[in-house]
């Protein structure tokens, strides 16, 4: 783990699911930043780069497999782990979201003590590229 | 076989003396020849040799004068009486229209007279000459001799047909012009009667026998003063005075010879033309069978039958017929007619129905006999009748043409051939039309199947896609508040927190409680929809119903314009107001934050069936995105939302225009969608004032309540 806690960009437009996981990272020694919809998001990313990003499917405006697919095909940002969180529940979506390069896919609802873990493995994974 | 000949009115009819060697043929001939020609302008043409006395034959023309119009011209001949001149017997025979049997009344030759009957017999069968046509008349001659036997004893020799027998003595000239007249009756009576019906009509029978009574009557004369005058029996030899070749035994041998000669070539031309004929039937039995047996229809059945029967019989037409007793004679198909030539006519139906009474293959030779009528059907002369096996009442007919077509058994066994042939087919026809029509119905039966199966599959599909729709919009619409609510209990659980954030994350959990107990409700609603939704209709005023609704939904940022605050109406007061909260509800979804929601309501006309009620129109206008051409109908599918799946859809099960549009149809109104000016939807709800389709009993109690009201 670096010396400075690593920082995990929230993004959904719900506030009542942005919030409690904004606590957790925070106690779980992560240096959250939220965002509410894609223009968001983007504006995050021109202000820091987060080591990490949990990104909501569906969302008014731009859509998280979209916005994802952009990020990764982003230079500056192809490297930050993207873990899409999704409340359709639909196998399908799993596939489409690794497609549009997303490194981990999440049904909502979710563990928040499992989803930690993988935000942790994903760090992990991200700084040793050899692994 | 005689002709009548109508271009020169003529009849050619054939005389032939038979009997045995030596017993007074040419005599016979020789007399007669004496007694009607005196002066010897006909001639007699007569081989004579010293054994025999013929050995080809003897020739005779004969001039009867005029008989029913027409000029008789008969040929007499005689045949050699020897055994082993049988063929010259067979040809000279051939065609006889009458026969004289000249019998040796001599005890002596009892046995050679039989003989030569048997051989008559036997060659007129050869010749296919028919012993009920063509007449035999015997004469007994040499009755002078001393053991001459009686014609009585005569005929106890030959049998029952020579008990007519006209006794004689040739060489004196007796009892031969009583033979050749009696054979002249009863030949022309023949011929008379199997002569067309022009013919006939000419002259009854009695008239042509008194008219050849007169043609005789001069040589009558002439023979009565023969006999008177004792210089007139002119001895035997004398009288061959006419054409006669004698003694010349080369002439005689080369003759004999050439005779013979010719006659096996007529055997064998004729054994020919049989064999022809009999291959030419064959074939066409064959190409009938062919036709009758490859065919599953019934009129190539049928029709290949007929044909086959009426070429093969030489018949004019021919028809099948179904022919039952107490019904009407029915023409199934007829070959060379259009219809059967007895059916018609109410003699021949009754004809036929005699016919096919006796349930037999039946011959009716003269149609015009059977009939009772001078003129026979157009040109039709017999008829031949067989029933077809297993087709009950059905008969196959063949009709001969006039003036002389006739059938022979031949043909009646070859149409009980064909008919059974024809009976096969049937049946084999009955059989395939009987599968045709099962295979067809069966085809039927599995299109109808199949099309239910289909309608079936298409609405299980749609079921099954209104499922999966509802599930996923429930699975979302419940997996993000169980989001929250973990997200934030765990929080509290596992991680030390300040009282406000232990606070804000307790609101968190019951605002997801909430929302997870308005989609119970929704779930709870949608699994009632499916019901008859019946309104109970009450007065009320207007304004109460908006208010109801707006309470519903929460009072913010919704304004009302109402064009009558004190309106009435009278509907089921809490229905209407869901179905606007509905709409409200849906206008707050899409439309921008700090944009009011309107809802406008005016007064407006409703058209029903056959009238204008008075309505009133319940406008909710919002400044959201409005809605694409193609969802405006799907929206008010169950479980349809507008707005893409991912980024545009709203909250909630998507149940909310469903509902709002069955309790507005409840109501005898209608919801519908159109684009607001200046951006946005409008959802307007056109209901009557008075909810057109209340029960009986929710009538009366209007009435009841209304009364008072109006007074």
């Avoid at chain 2, 003063?225 to 006419?242: I, V």
């Avoid at chain 2, 409700?521 to 929809?529: E, K, N």
Wanted: one cysteine or more.
């Amino acid at each position: 783990m670096p010396a400075t806690a690593p920082r995990i960009l929230v993004v959904d437009d719900d506030a009542f699911v942005r919030r409690p996981l904004e606590l957790i990272l925070r106690a779980e020694g992560f240096d959250p930043v939220t965002a509410c919809n894609g223009q968001e998001c983007r504006q995050r990313l021109e202000q820091g780069r987060p080591d990490l990003i949990l990104l909501d499917v569906m969302m008014p405006g731009e859509d998280g497999f979209s916005l994802c697919a952009r990020i990764k095909a982003d230079p500056r940002h192809r490297a930050i782990p993207v873990i899409l969180l999704s409340a359709r529940g639909q196998e399908a979506d799993r596939e489409r979201g690794l497609a549009a390069g997303a490194d981990d896919f999440v049904s909502k609802p979710y563990s928040p003590r499992d989803l930690v873990l993988r935000v942790r493995a994903a760090l992990a994974r991200a700084a040793s590229p050899g692994a | 076989m005689a002709q009548w000949s109508r271009g020169d009115r003529t009849l050619y009819a054939k005389l032939v003396y038979y009997g045995p060697a030596l017993g007074g043929k040419t005599t016979n001939l020789v007399s007669l020849h004496r007694i009607t020609d005196p002066q010897g302008t006909r001639k007699l043409l007569s081989l004579n040799t010293a054994s025999d006395r013929t050995l080809f034959f003897d020739l005779l023309p004969f001039d009867l004068g005029t008989i029913l119009g027409y000029r008789v011209a008969l040929k007499l001949y005689t045949v050699p009486g020897q055994v082993r001149y049988e063929a010259t017997r067979r040809v000279v025979l051939a065609g006889a229209d009458a026969v004289v049997f000249v019998a040796d009344s001599s005890r002596a030759r009892r046995d050679d007279n039989r003989a030569s009957l048997e051989s008559l017999r036997a060659n007129m069968r050869t010749n296919r000459l028919d012993p009920g046509r063509v007449p035999v008349i015997f004469q007994c001659n040499k009755q002078d001799l001393e053991d001459a036997a009686s014609p009585q004893e005569v005929a106890c020799w030959l049998g029952p047909e020579a008990e007519h027998a006209i006794a004689a003595v040739a060489v004196r000239d007796q009892g031969v012009l009583e033979t050749f007249v009696a054979a002249v009756h009863a030949m022309l009576e023949r011929l008379w009667a199997l002569a067309d019906a022009r013919t006939r009509r000419a002259g009854a029978l009695e008239a042509l026998h008194a008219r050849i009574e007169q043609v005789f009557a001069p040589h009558r004369e002439r023979l009565g003063a023969l006999r008177a005058s004792p210089a007139a029996p002119a001895p035997p030899a004398a009288s061959r005075q006419a054409m006669v070749f004698e003694g010349d035994d080369t002439l005689q041998q080369s003759l004999a010879a050439g005779v013979r000669l010719g006659s096996e070539l007529a055997q064998v031309q004729e054994q020919a033309r049989r064999l022809q004929r009999e291959a030419r039937a064959l074939r066409r039995i064959h190409e009938a069978l062919v036709r009758v047996g490859a065919s599953f229809e019934r009129e190539a059945v049928e029709q290949g039958a007929l044909e086959a029967l009426g070429s093969t019989v030489g018949a004019a037409c021919g028809s099948l017929l179904c022919l039952l007793p107490e019904k009407p004679a029915r023409f199934e198909r007829g070959w060379r007619c259009h219809d059967d030539p007895l059916r018609a006519r109410p003699e021949g139906l009754a004809l036929l129905q005699r016919v096919a009474a006796g349930r037999r293959s039946a011959i009716v030779e003269d149609l015009a006999q059977a009939l009772g009528e001078p003129v026979p059907p157009s040109g039709l002369r017999a008829l031949l009748a067989v029933p077809v096996p297993a087709a009950t009442g059905h008969w196959l007919l063949a009709y001969a043409p006039a003036p002389d077509g006739q059938f022979a058994e031949e043909d009646r066994a070859f149409a009980e051939v064909v008919a059974g042939q024809l009976a096969v087919g049937l049946e084999k026809v009955r059989l395939y039309e009987a599968l045709a029509r099962q295979r067809d119905a069966l085809e039927q039966a599995v299109q109808q199947r199949t099309a239910q199966l289909r309608r079936a599959y298409a609405e299980q599909r749609e079921l099954e896609r209104i499922k999966d729709r509802f599930l996923a919009n429930l699975s979302h619409e419940m997996r993000t508040p169980l989001t929250s609510i973990t997200g934030a209990a765990t929080y509290l659980q596992d991680y030390e927190a300040a009282p406000e954030q232990r606070q804000e994350m307790v609101a968190v959990i019951l605002s997801a409680a909430q929302a997870l107990e308005r989609r119970l409700a929704d779930l709870l609603r949608a699994s009632t929809l499916g019901g008859e939704v019946s309104p109970t209709p009450a007065p009320c005023r207007l304004r109460e119903v908006i208010e109801e609704a707006c309470g519903l939904v929460g009072e913010g940022g919704i304004s009302v314009s109402l064009f009558d605050p004190q309106a009435l109406v009278t509907w089921d007061r809490s229905l209407i107001a869901r179905a606007l909260a509905n709409l409200l509800d849906n206008a707050r979804k899409f439309s921008p934050p700090n944009e009011p929601i309107e809802v406008r309501v005016v007064p407006a006309k409703l058209s029903g069936p056959g009238e204008v009620v008075p309505a009133v129109a319940i406008s909710v206008l919002d400044r959201g995105p409005g809605v694409r051409p193609e969802d405006r109908e799907r929206i008010f599918l169950p479980f349809e939302q507008g707005g893409d799946p991912l980024t545009g859809k709203p909250p909630g099960v998507g149940l909310g225009l469903h509902e709002a549009r069955i309790l507005a149809r409840a109501h005898g109104g209608v919801l519908r969608y159109q684009e607001r000016a200046g951006g946005g939807s409008e959802f307007q709800m056109l209901l009557p004032r008075t909810a057109s389709c209340p029960s009986p009993e929710q009538a009366a109690a209007i009435a009841a309540h209304s009364a008072p009201a109006g007074a």
